[in-house]
């Protein structure tokens, strides 16, 4: 990166004040945007329109992505497409380390306007990053009550990067990039409370039904689904963590983790304490590794190795009953017909991560049948954890067909993560917010501010 006159942290403090002042009285507003999954990759797409004249993006949902990168090397047209000046707050906040084009006498405070920023676009499905300018180009999403869809908001200018073609290797048919919803300053989350005044809070509803969608909210409650339930009450909360390193395929150094961190204490199984190494449930601060992120790329939660053998030992352990061959990438596997039904899907025991609480508080996460167990065949039932094996960057991985049927709000402002536990509980799901007949489908006509 260029010299920098003025130091990062002055300008974070800066941008801080601005922000708090901005919060200074809660904006109680939201919009939503619609999440598909994917059947053949089992990703979750979302749709955003974006450019002048709008289009219908899809763009594969990575919760913890640095930025909106897109394909602008096939058909991309906008009139209202401009680059990111390097030198400029927006370029360094993004943490990028490099510029691209005429950067001759570019410096903070004097930028050469033909000095574009430039960032690592990172495709976390082939696990390849590509270097790529930061561009700005208008979006818009939709408004919402909480209770139904409202009109789109007038489209606005957010970062994104501008990737090759190439990258889109290993994402769903008809995706152009990925929507990224990390922790970082030019992800989606601070860029809508910068262009829409929408707090940055993720409200992730995940569907677990291929064919009818989940929701994203973004900003505050009610986030209510059908018949009347507001989801967004009643959380329990654990504090959301940050990792000083990053950890994307590649990164500059000095960038932080964009991935959400939570803390689990312990793992139970049917009440009982699993035996893990404790170490592997913290993040090493000086290389980044180990602790729990919640991640909607890998479909399954994907635990480092000891703990993984761990759980599943516990786990055959308190569900004596015969067991069918293995179906990978899964280990244990049962006949269906030999698990009782229940409310929250097949009868196993519950699978428990004690969540890091406040004032001695121990919330849990837990993970009854439907979200640990998953439907191979129609008669074979797997247990849903994957082995991550024994060096892994991030010790446990909470995958999404743990989180479907959940609420998980992701609370930046006030530094937390909530959990609404499965929300049969409820007798709700997350394909139940009544999108109406305009789900994702026309680029919107009506305006509001
Ligand atoms: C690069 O930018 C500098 C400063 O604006 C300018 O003087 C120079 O002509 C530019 N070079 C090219 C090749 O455009």
Known sequence: ?????????????????????????????????????????????????????????????????RFIWVDCQ???VSSTLTPLICDTLLCRLSHSGACDGNCTGSSPGHPNKDCTCSHLAYNPVSRTSTGTRLNEDVITIQDTDGLKPGPYLKPSKVVFGCADTSLLKGLAKGVKGIAGFGNGYVAIPNQLIFRFSRPRKIGLCLSSSINSPGVIFIGEGPYVLLPNIDVSKNLLYT???????????????????????????????????????NLLLEINEENGQGGTKISTIDPHTKLESSIYKALVKAFVHSLTIPRVKKVAPFEMCYKSSSLPSTRVGPGVPNIEFVLQGKNGETPSFIISGANSMVAVTDEVL???????????????VIGGHQIEDNLVQIDIDNKRVG????????QTTCANFNFGSTQGQDVGGREIV
């Open 1 to 65: 990166m260029a010299s920098t006159h003025i130091p990062l942290s002055l300008f974070l403090t800066l941008l801080l004040l601005f922000i708090s002042s901005s919060t200074a009285q809660p904006v109680k507003r939201r919009a939503l945007l619609p999440v598909t999954k994917d059947a053949a990759t089992k990703q979750y797409v979302t749709l955003i329109n974006q450019r002048t004249p709008l289009v219908p993006i899809k763009l594969t949902v990575d919760l913890g992505g």
């Open 74 to 76: 096939n058909g991309y």
């Open 239 to 277: 504090p959301l963590l940050t990792n000083p390193i990053s950890t994307a395929g590649s990164s500059f150094g000095g960038e932080p983790s964009t991935d959400y961190f939570i803390g689990v204490k312990s793992i139970k199984v049917n009440g009982d304490l699993v035996p893990i190494n």
């Open 382 to 396: 797997c247990l849903g954890f994957v082995n991550g094996g024994e060096n892994p960057t991030t010790s446990i």
């Open 419 to 426: 959990f609404s536990n499965s929300l049969l509980f409820q």
